[in-house]
């Protein structure tokens, strides 16, 4: 074997190393948090959780129009419905981060508490981890099924395989309805950028109209000069020009003033325009950070991309779910060592001791035990990430109804009744 194949087998086994690593750290994660989420449906009490500052800056409409808007207090109370609505979605989005959160976070104190083992404890664990592996190992060698590359998603597709068909509707119409998002958020782009344009090139032609008037208003001065000095010094009548030179200034007078009137009317409604505008792309934006949450947590649990992936994946699950089912073994030995795994663990106090059935390799080396913690850390700061985003949408809609409240004090208490109705607090 030459050294370059050598380097090249090497690097291969380190990659597959570190993907069934990263498999393992997917699974121990999804248990912790389907077992969070079934326990948060049946009490689905607020979750403790440290407040965090918004990272996402929505649009703010233009403040020399805003105030000059007038709505109306039906379109107010409709402000209120839609942002009530929108805090509802809020809510359960941003239950299940906190929820993810929660299990990342038992998840390093349980490698902690492992790392903390006596040292004889810790040679015993270790020794057990291999056995399992090994009792693994031989047991996959009798299986008759090609290895697919899926082994994270089949296990997710296990877990829900009674309603996974109905999983992959979900995901198709959470997609389409994603590009409708996109779609709407072109448009809203595409107009608001038009009306830009108007808005900012309003006062040019204004200042155009006051050039002409300044330069009409000369012409005319020097116009009356002249005559005064041909009536002086000829003798000559001037009435007719001069009662033409006013009706000249008088005319393009008027034609100024309406004109300047007319850009103003036209610069005002424009920016009420352009307020709707953004309204409406900060609603967009809204819906799309709560789908696009949703497709990305269905994404990472099953490990695909979209749904077509998705919808093969599923196939070849079924396909080899069928060719198991032809498969008979006893591997009393590997339950043996499996229970013995777990025991260890237990008397460590570790929260969830199954889930380290899934992550062996990193029992076996310190690297790979030391790149499973970074890997949580960052998926702990993902979501860090994630609830900021959430805060921010919540803060954005409890300052766009403060504001219909400052506006029309009488809808203050219609605003606790839709509170009350949509079951959202202040906390």
Same mark, same amino acid.
């Given at each position: 074997?030459?050294?370059?194949?050598?380097?090249?087998?090497?690097?291969?086994?380190?990659?597959?190393?570190?993907?069934?690593?990263?498999?393992?750290?997917?699974?121990?994660?999804?248990?912790?948090?389907?077992?969070?989420?079934?326990?948060?449906?049946? #009490?689905?009490?607020?979750?403790?959780?440290?407040?965090?500052?918004?990272?996402?800056?929505?649009?703010?409409?233009?403040?020399?129009?805003?105030?000059?808007?007038?709505?109306?207090?039906?379109?107010?109370?409709?402000?209120?419905?839609? #942002?009530?609505?929108?805090?509802?979605?809020?809510?359960?989005?941003?239950?299940?981060?906190?929820?993810?959160?929660?299990?990342?976070?038992?998840?390093?104190?349980?490698?902690?508490?492992?790392?903390?083992?006596?040292?004889?404890?810790?040679?015993?664990?270790?020794?057990?981890?291999?056995?399992?592996?090994?009792?693994?190992?031989?047991?996959?060698?009798?299986?008759?099924?090609?290895?697919?590359?899926?082994?994270?998603?089949?296990?997710?597709?296990?877990?829900?395989?009674?309603?996974?068909?109905?999983?992959?509707?979900?995901?198709?119409?959470?997609?389409?309805?994603?590009?409708?998002?996109?779609?709407?958020?072109?448009?809203?782009?595409?107009?608001?950028?038009?009306?830009?344009?108007?808005?900012?090139?309003?006062?040019?032609?204004?200042?155009?109209?006051?050039?002409?008037?300044?330069?009409?208003?000369?012409?005319?001065?020097?116009?009356?000069?002249?005559?005064?000095?041909?009536?002086?010094?000829?003798?000559?009548?001037?009435?007719?020009?001069?009662?033409?030179?006013?009706?000249?200034?008088?005319?393009?007078?008027?034609?100024?003033?309406?004109?300047?009137?007319?850009?103003?009317?036209?610069?005002?409604?424009?920016?009420?325009?352009?307020?709707?505008?953004?309204?409406?792309?900060?609603?967009?934006?809204?819906?799309?950070?709560?789908?696009?949450?949703?497709?990305?947590?269905?994404?990472?649990?099953?490990?695909?991309?979209?749904?077509?992936?998705?919808?093969?994946?599923?196939?070849?699950?079924?396909?080899?779910?069928?060719?198991?089912?032809?498969?008979?073994?006893?591997?009393?030995?590997?339950?043996?060592?499996? #229970?013995?795994?777990?025991?260890?663990?237990?008397?460590?106090?570790?929260?969830?001791?199954?889930?380290?059935?899934?992550?062996?390799?990193?029992?076996?080396?310190?690297?790979?035990?030391?790149?499973?913690?970074?890997?949580?850390?960052?998926?702990? #700061?993902?979501?860090?990430?994630?609830?900021?985003?959430?805060?921010?949408?919540?803060?954005?809609?409890?300052?766009?109804?403060?504001?219909?409240?400052?506006?029309?004090?009488?809808?203050?208490?219609?605003?606790?009744?839709?509170?009350?109705?949509?079951?959202?607090?202040?906390?």
């Amino acid at each position: 074997m030459s050294i370059f194949s050598f380097l090249r087998k090497k690097k291969h086994i380190e990659a597959e190393t570190q993907k069934q690593e990263e498999d393992a750290i997917s699974v121990g994660i999804a248990q912790s948090i389907e077992k969070k989420e079934k326990a948060y449906e049946e #009490n689905p009490a607020e979750i403790p959780l440290e407040d965090y500052t918004p990272s996402i800056a929505l649009e703010e409409p233009l403040e020399e129009t805003i105030l000059q808007e007038n709505r109306s207090i039906e379109a107010c109370r409709q402000i209120l419905e839609e #942002n009530c609505k929108q805090l509802q979605e809020q809510k359960t989005v941003h239950a299940h981060a906190k929820i993810a959160y929660q299990a990342v976070t038992e998840y390093l104190s349980d490698l902690q508490k492992i790392q903390r083992m006596p040292q004889g404890e810790k040679e015993l664990l270790v020794d057990t981890a291999k056995k399992i592996v090994e009792l693994t190992e031989e047991k996959d060698k009798h299986k008759q099924r090609r290895v697919t590359g899926h082994e994270m998603s089949y296990r997710s597709i296990q877990k829900e395989e009674h309603n996974i068909m109905q999983e992959l509707k979900q995901m198709r119409e959470q997609e389409d309805y994603q590009r409708k998002i996109n779609q709407d958020l072109r448009q809203l782009q595409a107009e608001k950028a038009a009306l830009t344009y108007d808005y900012e090139h309003l006062p040019g032609r204004q200042l155009l109209l006051k050039k002409i008037a300044i330069s009409v208003a000369a012409i005319a001065g020097s116009l009356c000069v002249l005559f005064y000095i041909i009536s002086a010094g000829a003798g000559a009548d001037i009435r007719i020009p001069f009662m033409m030179t006013v009706a000249m200034v008088s005319g393009v007078m008027a034609y100024v003033f309406l004109e300047s009137d007319r850009n103003r009317r036209e610069h005002m409604e424009i920016g009420v325009k352009i307020n709707r505008a953004i309204r409406l792309s900060n609603k967009v934006k809204i819906k799309y950070i709560n789908n696009r949450s949703g497709l990305d947590y269905a994404y990472s649990k099953y490990q695909v991309k979209n749904s077509l992936e998705f919808e093969n994946v599923i196939k070849q699950y079924f396909m080899a779910k069928e060719e198991e089912r032809t498969y008979e073994s006893n591997m009393e030995r590997l339950q043996h060592y499996r #229970n013995k795994l777990l025991d260890l663990l237990a008397v460590q106090e570790v929260n969830d001791t199954e889930i380290w059935l899934h992550q062996l390799s990193a029992f076996l080396q310190e690297e790979e035990f030391q790149r499973l913690q970074d890997n949580l850390e960052q998926r702990r #700061n993902s979501l860090v990430e994630k609830m900021d985003e959430n805060a921010t949408v919540r803060d954005y809609c409890f300052e766009q109804m403060d504001g219909v409240v400052v506006e029309y004090p009488e809808l203050k208490q219609e605003l606790i009744a839709l509170l009350s109705k949509y079951e959202i607090s202040f906390q």
